[in-house]
């Protein structure tokens, strides 16, 4: 089975600076998916960004891009010019490529709670 | 934009009582998730539903709960007899029907449960 890790139960950034979230996983499998979920205290899980594992080049979302290395396992998540809306839980996801038709269940990490301060 | 929605935003009841939790899923798609997240822990997947039937379940998923799609635009999680480990937020997600596309989930706002 898949598990994910997250070794950074907290963090912490100045506003405007540049934080980077860790994430690691395990998994046997060469096809699957990744993604950074956050969570504000609403508690509504929204999709940050998403990276293929086929694709070599980096997920990049405005502010938010991802260091994927895909022979380490490793998935960490850099967000620039942090600002204060970016507090939040953050929780790092994967999804195997394999199953029916996509209906493959996402596995999560324990989750990152990051503060920015102003 | 279309989005998945949940019904009640907080539900709360006895121990030993029954709650049906609902969904309304993105329109056009055919997949559905529900997950759960005790608080300040992650978030654990129950089950997955196609074509009105369960495709994978964990091993949270036991013989309390069960899924229903009663209709075209609903998707409901029972509980049968709740128990106070069951207060959780309760999340539903669905995926669409392309391929290429169903690799995101869209996860609803969730419903906080709390049995007393």
């Known amino acids: 089975a898949q598990t994910v890790t997250q070794s950074q139960p907290e963090m912490s950034v100045q506003e405007a600076e540049t934080v980077t979230l860790s994430c690691t996983y395990d998994?046997?499998?060469?096809?699957?998916?990744l993604f950074w979920y956050k969570q504000p205290p609403s508690r509504q899980m929204i999709l940050v960004i998403r990276?293929?594992?086929?694709?070599?080049q980096n997920a990049t979302e405005n502010r938010f891009s991802v260091n994927f290395q895909k022979a380490a396992k490793s998935f960490s998540l850099k967000i620039s010019d942090s600002q204060l809306g970016d507090a939040a839980m953050y929780f790092c996801a994967y999804r195997s490529r394999y199953g029916n038709s996509g209906n493959t269940p996402l596995v999560f990490g324990k989750g990152t709670r990051l503060s920015v301060i102003a | 934009e279309p989005e998945v929605t949940q019904t009640p935003s907080h539900q709360v009841t006895q121990m030993g009582q029954e709650v049906i939790l609902r969904c309304v899923p993105i329109s056009n798609h055919l997949y559905f998730y529900w997950y759960r997240q005790i608080l300040g822990q992650k978030v654990e997947f129950l089950v997955s539903?196609?074509?009105?039937?369960?495709?994978?379940k964990s091993e949270i998923f036991d013989d309390q709960f069960s899924v229903e799609r009663p209709d075209g635009s609903n998707f409901t999680l029972k509980i049968r007899s709740t128990k106070l480990e069951d207060s959780a937020m309760y999340f539903c997600?669905?995926?669409?029907?392309?391929?290429?596309?169903?690799?995101?989930?869209?996860f609803g706002p969730g419903t906080r449960l709390t049995v007393t």
């Open positions: 990276q293929e594992a086929y694709k070599q």
């Open positions: 539903f196609y074509n009105n039937e369960i495709s994978e």
């Open positions: 998994t046997s499998e060469s096809d699957y998916y």
């Open positions: 997600a669905s995926s669409p029907q392309a391929r290429e596309l169903s690799y995101e989930q869209y």
